[in-house]
């Protein structure tokens, strides 16, 4: 069974920084491409950022140049550095391998207010 727990989120100012991590367990991690999703209040999830096994990455236009996604495959943990950040950024962050049909987690609360 693959489970997903997101954590690092919380509250902070625009133009400040977070990093959240994904805990992946199973055996899946490695050999999958991995993602960071948000889900604002009354919006669909929306896929922000994913991860190639290899490392190599790609980015949403909104958060491009901002956010930063990397993985440590031997702690089956995947990050999201997050900066520069604004209000509109928040929302609930989820990891997951993208576009499949694995579980979520709970995600993460990023809050960016004055």
């Known amino acids: 069974q693959v489970q997903l727990v997101e954590s690092g989120g919380g509250l902070v100012q625009p133009g400040g920084s977070l990093r959240l991590s994904c805990a992946a367990s199973?055996?899946?991690?490695?050999?999958?491409?991995m993602g960071w999703y948000r889900q604002a209040p009354g919006k669909p999830r929306e896929l922000v950022a994913t991860?190639?096994?290899?490392?190599?990455?790609n980015y949403a236009d909104s958060v491009k140049g901002r956010f930063t996604i990397s993985r440590d495959n031997a702690k089956n943990t995947v990050y999201l550095q997050m900066n520069s950040l604004k209000p509109l950024d928040t929302a609930v962050y989820y990891c997951?391998?993208?576009?499949?049909?694995?579980?979520w987690g709970q995600g993460t609360q990023v809050t960016v207010s004055s």
């Open positions: 997951n391998v993208p576009y499949s049909s694995i579980s």
């Open positions: 199973g055996s899946i991690f490695s050999i999958n491409a």
């Open positions: 991860i190639t096994p290899g490392g190599s990455t």
